[in-house]
């Protein structure tokens, strides 16, 4: 993290203006038809689509949430529409591809699906018939290939709450399934295990809890009761997952991915989301900055 940020994080620009300093030197690395990002050489395995793929889908993690609090930037705008158009078109040169049996492709899904749901006037509307044809095949995909047993199942759960928030076929049978599984990894006062991996680390709170969370402030009609139950696991993990975090903000060491920088401390973005609050506000938001600028 550049230290020139460090006590000038106050406003919501100030985060928004944090974000793009972050993200637009990634475009002009953006493949021609906008579907995905070219980095260069990595120590990924899987194909070199893939992980251009993974590069184009990362950033809308920010992104969404930017739009959606009424952040404008139409460079990305017209980016993430072409994108989304090139990479599902099956008879495109840059189509993301038919997925297969444990897909990175499906990770990918997840930050596609969480724009689909809380940005579609950036994503979907712009779109025309046959476009949002081709985007709700690919991402179907998603129910017809086995998951992993871990945090995986969420992003299906992601997946099909977009296709039925946007009025199109999604598999109700596989919706239930892995809100199931998911429960299934609940361990008590407020943790989970990672699956069958019996992992708990950071993709509890920012895996695991955060999809449960965002599933909270979407779904709160539709399922009242599974909803409860999350913010309620959420309040009785944030009690110990706050001593995670030192006076200056640094997060511990601890578990696979420690580079994902700001994940780390999501969790309590997530909190702020779902409008619970676990600490006061001034206490959340003052963990935040702090971990940002450590």
């Not at 199931?180 to 993709?203: H, N, T």
Request: charged share 25%; aromatic share 16%; with cysteine.
């Amino acid at each position: 993290m550049r230290t020139d940020w460090e006590g000038k994080l106050h406003s919501k620009k100030d985060f928004q203006d944090l974000m793009l300093a972050i993200l637009e030197p990634l475009l002009p690395y953006y493949t021609d038809k906008k579907a995905g990002i070219d980095l260069g050489v990595t120590a990924t395995t899987y194909p070199q689509r893939t992980i251009r793929l993974e590069a184009f889908s990362r950033p809308l993690w920010g992104l969404v949430p930017f739009w959606a609090g009424g952040g404008r930037h139409g460079e990305f705008e017209e980016v993430y529409r072409r994108g989304f158009v090139a990479g599902t078109d099956p008879e495109g040169e840059e189509y993301w591809g038919k997925c297969h049996t444990f897909d990175q492709r499906f990770v990918e899904m997840a930050a596609m699906a969480y724009g689909l749901i809380l940005t579609p006037e950036k994503l979907w509307d712009p779109l025309s018939e046959k476009e949002k044809d081709h985007l709700a095949e690919w991402l179907d995909e998603i129910n017809h290939y086995e998951l992993p047993v871990c945090n995986w199942v969420l992003f299906a759960v992601l997946v099909n709450i977009a296709l039925k928030k946007l009025g199109r076929s999604y598999d109700e049978e596989k919706l239930q399934k892995y809100l199931d599984g998911a429960d299934s990894f609940y361990l008590g006062e407020g943790w989970y295990q990672d699956g069958d991996s019996g992992q708990k680390d950071y993709y509890i709170s920012f895996a695991i809890h955060f999809y449960s969370l965002f599933y909270a402030k979407v779904m709160g009609e539709e399922d009242p009761d599974r909803c409860k139950i999350y913010k309620e696991r959420a309040m009785l993990f944030a009690k110990q997952f706050i001593y995670w975090f030192d006076e200056s903000g640094a997060s511990l060491p601890y578990g696979r991915s420690l580079t994902y920088r700001f994940s780390q401390v999501s969790f309590f973005s997530a909190c702020l989301m779902a409008d619970i609050e676990p600490f006061p506000l001034g206490v959340m938001k003052g963990l935040i900055v702090r971990h940002f600028c450590d």
